[in-house]
């Protein structure tokens, strides 16, 4: 718990008390790879806090996955649009390696948002970062090339090139799976 606790001080500086008492609420959870966390249509109950493993957000069109976020330890997972607002999820949350986390609920969650204003203020905060993260991403789909966005990705997440499948990092940067290989081998020189 002291690692969640640490995590979202370093993003708000927020009342070690009222800090303490939010994560109290956050329960342990499991699952083991290849377990699906939410679906679509289905709304989000949890926010988890990644403690050890990897997981991956994506939707299908057609029979093809198209894989939106990875997520790992230390940071938020889930269908995080879903949870925050109580809509049904439109894509899929699974797990790609054993994963343990700290979840909370989402009526635990609000609870401690209305009660403590230094959560509310934290949690903005948090959105604000999501948002940053994925105008940054698209903004890469737009403006680079393929191989820039693996080298950009290389330098942000090396680590992930050999704890997730060649095929969802390729789908993750859509780059076409046959020349993804080659791509990496190109900017490994």
Known sequence: MEQLINYLANIYPTDRDQ????????????????TILTTPD????????????IQKSYY?????????????????????ESFLTQTPSRYFLE???DSHFFRIS??????MVYQYREI????????????????ERHHEFLAYSAEERLAIFLK???HLLNMVSQKDLASYLRIDPTNFSKMVNRNRM
């Open 42 to 53: 289905t709304t989000e109950g949890y926010l988890y806090f990644v403690h050890e493993g």
């Open 19 to 34: 800090l303490e008492t939010y994560s109290s609420g956050w329960k342990a959870y499991s699952a083991p790879k290849k």
């Open 95 to 97: 797990t790609i390696t």
């Open 120 to 135: 509310e203020t934290l949690f903005r905060k948090i959105t604000e970062m999501f948002l940053a993260g994925i105008i």
């Open 60 to 80: 299908l069109h057609g029979a093809k996955q198209h894989v939106m976020f990875f997520a790992y330890a230390p940071s938020f997972s889930g269908v995080v």
């Open 106 to 111: 989402y009526e635990q969650h609000q609870e």
């Open 156 to 158: 942000r997440s090396p």
